[in-house]
Nanobody, 126 residues
């Protein structure tokens, strides 16, 4: 399974970005089979959970720091998961990673995910 993250960039505080995570691979079948999550890592800090999606019904949960500003969604026809980010703040600056796991239903723990995208840089200027 390969995960390709994209959509990062430089944006001013208060701006918006939409990240994409496209899943593919010879063993990949459908997003219904995978729990998906977004994590981020800022310079000098540990990787931080951002949001997760329950693979059964698409229910999402968010870290308190992004609740109300970030929205995770999926397009099963495109095998793509999105992270819509609005009202961005300088403290949102980080490399954002998508992660997937076939045996999870839902998790916010990074160590439980087997597949990771390469990361996409988000920089929010003040």
């Amino acid at each position: 399974v390969q995960l390709q993250a994209s959509g990062g960039g430089l944006v001013q505080a208060g701006g918006s970005l939409r990240l994409s995570c496209a899943a593919s691979g010879s063993t990949f079948s459908t997003l219904d089979d995978y729990a998906i999550a977004w994590f981020r890592q800022a310079p000098g800090k540990e990787r931080e959970w951002v949001s997760s999606m329950d693979r059964r019904d698409g229910t999402t949960n968010y870290a308190r720091s992004v609740t109300g500003r970030f929205t995770m969604s999926r397009d099963k026809a495109k095998n793509t998961v999105y992270l819509q980010m609005i009202s961005l703040r300088p403290e949102d600056t980080a490399v954002y990673y998508c992660a997937a796991d076939r045996y999870l239903i839902y998790s916010s723990e990074s160590y439980e995910y087997d597949y990771w995208g390469q990361g996409t840089q988000v920089t929010v200027s003040s």
